[in-house]
Nanobody, 127 residues
Framework: QVQPVESGGGLVQAGGSLRLSCTAS????????MGWFRQAPGKEREFVAT????????????SYADSVKGRFTISRDNAKNTVYLQMNRLKPEDTAVYYC????????????????WGQGTQVTVSS
């Protein structure tokens, strides 16, 4: 079992960058699939990026929503039990509460499959 805790949100101008961090407790962090999701006011929560757990061959897979592809990068540091979301060339439509989530078992992108959730961190992009 893991408990994700996000940090790094804030206010940034359009075109700027932010890096979100998510630290998750638990001895088997590397085995968990980790994901970033976001929810804007009045909208449903949506997938942003996910990264698989280490698996048997220590190969990691990453997946991105089309809206962030080429601008956002997900990465993880298992030694620090941390997953990151580097967000570049931010746009006002990226404004949302960003959630970090963890999932055991098979690699999935859909938020309903994720078992453990952080409290969220606000990202606001001004135009």
């Amino acid at each position: 079992q893991v408990q994700p805790v996000e940090s790094g949100g804030g206010l940034v101008q359009a075109g700027g960058s932010l890096r979100l961090s998510c630290t998750a407790s638990g001895r088997t962090f590397s085995n968990y699939n980790m994901g970033w999701f976001r929810q804007a006011p009045g909208k449903e929560r949506e997938f942003v990026a996910t990264m698989s757990g280490s698996g048997r061959k220590n190969i990691y897979y990453a997946s991105y929503a089309d809206s962030v592809k080429g601008r956002f990068t997900i990465s993880r540091d298992n030694a620090k039990n941390t997953v990151y979301l580097q967000m570049n060339r931010l746009k006002p439509e990226d404004t949302a509460v960003y959630y970090c989530a963890a999932k055991s078992g098979s690699y999935r992108d859909d938020d309903v499959a994720y078992e453990y959730w952080g409290q969220g961190t606000q990202v606001t992009v001004s135009s």
